[in-house]
């Protein structure tokens, strides 16, 4: 039983490793894009003065598709290293980290208002 939790543990600490190594970018769509914008903009202000973190964001150049207008987020290694150990996503449903921390950053930014759909690109 131990031995099981070691390696759950050590699984864990890999998937975490990977996630802060890489930068996570989150892909965001929707119909009203300067008003979401604004929203998410100001949200991710928000959680990274809640983080402490300085540069813990970028947000892309958007492109438009079938009415639809998407743009990336990327977090910074920083900020994903403090959402993480903060525990924050305590709350976030998902079998992988990766997936707990989009559900986690799509019920901020809904709760912040925002109307936007997200998706994990790269991890």
């Given at each position: 039983?131990?031995?099981?939790?070691?390696?759950?543990?050590?699984?864990?600490?890999?998937?975490?490793?990977?996630?802060?190594?890489?930068?996570?970018?989150?892909?965001?769509?929707?119909?009203?894009?300067?008003?979401?914008?604004?929203?998410v903009k100001?949200?991710?202000?928000?959680?990274?003065?809640?983080c402490k973190?300085?540069?813990?964001?970028?947000?892309?150049?958007?492109?438009?598709?079938?009415?639809?207008?998407?743009?990336?987020?990327?977090?910074?290694?920083?900020?994903?290293?403090?959402?993480?150990?903060?525990?924050?996503?305590?709350?976030?449903?998902?079998?992988?980290?990766?997936?707990?921390?989009?559900?986690?950053?799509?019920?901020?930014?809904?709760?912040?208002?925002?109307?936007?759909?997200?998706?994990?690109?790269?991890?």
């Amino acid at each position: 039983m131990a031995k099981l939790a070691e390696c759950q543990n050590a699984s864990l600490k890999n998937q975490i490793h990977r996630i802060v190594q890489m930068k996570p970018l989150f892909q965001l769509s929707t119909r009203r894009y300067d008003e979401e914008l604004a929203l998410v903009k100001k949200a991710m202000g928000d959680l990274e003065s809640n983080c402490k973190v300085k540069d813990g964001f970028q947000i892309k150049e958007p492109f438009e598709k079938a009415g639809w207008t998407f743009f990336n987020l990327e977090l910074s290694a920083e900020m994903v290293s403090v959402i993480e150990n903060s525990g924050m996503m305590e709350n976030a449903g998902g079998f992988s980290i990766s997936e707990q921390l989009k559900n986690f950053l799509g019920h901020f930014l809904e709760s912040k208002g925002s109307n936007v759909r997200i998706t994990k690109t790269a991890y």
